[in-house]
Every structure is written in C-alpha cells, then in structure tokens.
C-alpha cells in the first residue's frame, strides 16, 4: 500500500508520528520513502515538524557543567581556548557526579509566550559527607525562594557548632551560617551568595565556635563536603 | 534572546568563527542542555549528547533555513537527536521517572492566552492521558514501542491513544489557522 491510498486521517496519523519521532524499524522507514514519493505528504510532515518545535518551549534550562565548552572548543578546533580556561573548568569538576545518580527531572509546563524567560524551575541538591563515621548532610536549594533545607544526621556531640560554606569556583568559602546539628534546618540565604549555589560550586561544613551571625572565614578545617548537582 | 540575534550568529557559525559559537552556546546551553536530560535521562550521557549537538550545530549551521524553524527549535531537535542517539547507544531501556517528576510533567490547564498558533496549548487541551503519551514521546523520544513499555499499556492501546492525540492535535493547531 503506497501513503496516497490512506486516508487523509491515516496519512496525517503517521506524518505526525514521524514528527514526534514514534516511529521506528519498518515503519519508519516506510513513512520516510513516502515522503521521497509524495511531495503532499513531505510537506505534512514539514508542517507538523515545524509545529513540533514550539514544544521545546516548556523544557525548563539547566545548566551544564562548567567543563562541557572546552571539550566542544577542542572538538571544533577553537583556537582561543587558553590554558586559564582549562584550569578553571577542572577546578569546578572537583567532586562532580557525586550525585549524577537519581536524576528527577521537574518539566515546568511555561508559557510559550513568557518573557523574559522564567527562572527554571529546577532544585539545587548536595549530599555532604567526610571523614567522620555516619555524617550526614542532605541539602536541597530552591532558587525561586532562595530557601535552602538541610538534613543531618550523625553529627556528634562536640563544643563547637556545624557552620555551612558554600565554596565556588575561586575556592573562597562563603559562610551560609550554623545549622542544626541534627535533623532539619532551613536557611533564606542573603541575595549576594545566592548565585554563588550551582553546580560548579561545592557545599563545605566546618566546625566553629557557636556564634548567632555567619563567620567571615573558616577556623577550622572542612569535616564534610559534597559537590552542587541541579536537578 | 532573540531570533533575529541567534540567526546572525548561525551565520557566523557558519563561516567558521569559533567566537560566535561561544556566543551562541553561552545563550542557548542552557536550554539545549534541559532537551538533553530529558531525552538522554542521565546527565553524564546528557553532557554528552549536548557536546555532541554543539559540535553538529558548527558543522551543519550552513544548513540552518530561517524559513523553515526558529533558530532554537532547530538547535533543539539537534540536540534531542543526540540524546536519543546516546540513550540507544547505551541499549538499556529508560529507567521509570519518579511519581513526582511524573506529576511535574503535567502541564497546567492552558488558560486564554494571545491566541498564537502554538503547539504547546493544543497538547496541554488533550485528555490527560493523549497529552502525557504526546509529551514522552516527544521529549523523551520514545517510539511506539518504548512508549508502551514505559506507559504499562498494550502497543495497540497505546497506537489508538496515540492516533487520537496526533488527529486531535491536528485539529487543534488547523482550527486556529
């Protein structure tokens, strides 16, 4: 059977589940030699291709990591990737993929006609762990509220409190304040560190003499880190 | 971002200037990297697939036809094919999405809005269940077969759903013509 002997219902069926992609193996292939043999059905497929693209609209954006440009400068032979680049990039590596596992993906249904485009919806998350015994830190940020949740677990009983640092690129810790040293705490962090939570940063955890205010620097050494994944 | 600006700088990919592909990774990696999560469903293999997409984009930009598809829509569909094209190099079928992220994925009711021709509000009139099917095969890039498997539905079942949400979608976009 040739595509002119469907009906327009059939032929307009499988134009659009070659443009969604839904075809494969024999089927494919026959819808794609109707479109060499028939230039009414080639343009119902262009038509529905073109019209398919608008959903690219509701994908949220995502940030890829840092490293990915210079593999694609090296790959297109850009000759202004320079040696200060490539450091930097392998900097914001450290520790990635610790949580490339669990990938939940949230698709924002936006409006294709909202501009300038919104904030994505997506969670920045860390896991925080070290050298001490059963430590552990969940964190989840939320951009649109600025609101970062923490979960801990066995922490131990010391003097000193768990101040948390969120360590950009430039390995600079910024101090995000004391937290619980068990179970929840929420922190609204201020405006200027903000930015500073995305994947080519990393989450730090130091133990400081207990204080109501974050301090300037770290006295002492990181217990437990985890790098900044975005889901 | 605008069309007019994204066009240009294909151009500019197009005669070879690296700066120009920076520039236009720089405002659409983002973007291009969001299509190849879902497609690819694993973000090492999305990082891939992205670089790939990049990589095609500088070669292929000279092909680019402004008249044919919006200069993200084209990059786009680029890089969900280099999704599609890692997920089935790995020959492992997509590991379920979460029942949250499933929720996530249902659009809202599309409220009146300008009125443009646009895709996304004829999906989001479907039943519930023709608009999730449309949405995971598209952006996913199941085909029939996967689709059924990921759905839990018999392949007939799923190829009448899926009938009724391509002729309702046609509909849809030609009564608004």
Redesign the interface.
């Known amino acids: 059977m040739t595509v002119t002997d469907l009906t327009p219902d059939d032929r307009s069926e499988m134009a659009g589940a070659l443009a969604l992609g839904l075809l494969d193996g024999p089927e494919r292939a026959s819808a794609l030699r109707a479109m060499l043999a028939d230039r009414d059905f080639a343009a119902e497929v262009e038509r529905w291709r073109a019209r398919t693209g608008d959903l690219f609209d509701a994908v949220p954006e995502v940030d890829p990591p840092a490293r990915a440009w210079a593999g694609i400068a090296a790959r297109t032979g850009d000759p202004g990737q320079v040696p200060a680049s490539l450091r930097w990039w392998q900097g914001g590596a450290i520790g990635g993929g610790a949580l490339a596992a669990g990938l939940a993906l949230a698709l924002v249904w936006q409006r294709p006609d909202a501009a300038p485009p919104v904030l994505p919806a997506t969670y920045a998350v860390a896991q925080l762990t070290g050298d001490i015994d059963g430590l552990r830190i969940a964190a989840r940020y939320e951009p649109a509220s600025a609101t970062l949740r923490l979960r801990t677990v066995g922490m131990p009983d010391t003097p000193t409190a768990p101040e948390l640092w969120v360590v950009p690129a430039d390995g600079i810790p910024r101090s995000l304040g004391q937290i619980a040293r068990d179970g929840e705490t929420v922190i609204v962090v201020a405006e200027g560190h903000r930015s500073l939570i995305n994947p080519s940063a990393n989450f730090a955890l130091s133990m400081e003499p207990p204080a109501s205010s974050p301090h300037d620097k770290p006295s002492a050494p990181m217990v437990a880190r985890g790098a900044i994944d975005v889901i | 971002?605008t069309q007019a600006r994204l066009t240009a700088l294909l151009t500019s990919v197009a005669g070879g200037d690296?700066?120009a592909?920076?520039q236009l990774?720089d405002l659409t990696?983002?973007?291009?990297?969001?299509?190849c999560?879902?497609a690819a469903?694993?973000?090492?293999g999305?990082?891939e697939a992205?670089?790939d997409a990049?990589?095609k984009i500088?070669r292929k930009a000279g092909y680019f036809d402004a008249m044919?598809?919006?200069p993200?829509?084209?990059m786009?569909?680029i890089a969900?094919n280099c999704a599609?094209d890692w997920r089935r190099a790995q020959a492992r079928v997509p590991a379920p999405?979460?029942d949250?992220?499933l929720d996530?994925?249902?659009?809202?009711q599309a409220a009146d809005?300008?009125g443009?021709h646009?895709?996304?509000?004829c999906?989001?009139q479907l039943k519930e269940a023709e608009s999730r099917a449309?949405?995971f095969?598209?952006?996913e890039?199941?085909?029939?077969?996967e689709?059924a498997a990921r759905l839990a539905l018999p392949l007939g079942t799923l190829k009448s759903l899926?009938?009724r949400a391509?002729?309702a979608?046609?509909k849809c976009?030609d009564d608004r013509d």
Do not use: N
């Open positions: 971002m690296h700066a592909l920076r990774y990696s983002a973007k291009l990297f969001g299509v999560l879902l469903q694993d973000r090492m999305a990082e992205m670089q990049y990589v500088w044919r598809a919006s993200i829509a084209w786009c569909a969900r599609i999405l979460e949250a992220a996530a994925l249902m659009p809202e809005h300008d443009t646009h895709l996304l509000d999906v989001a449309v949405r095969a598209f952006y890039g199941l085909s029939h077969s689709l899926m009938r391509i002729l979608l046609r976009v």
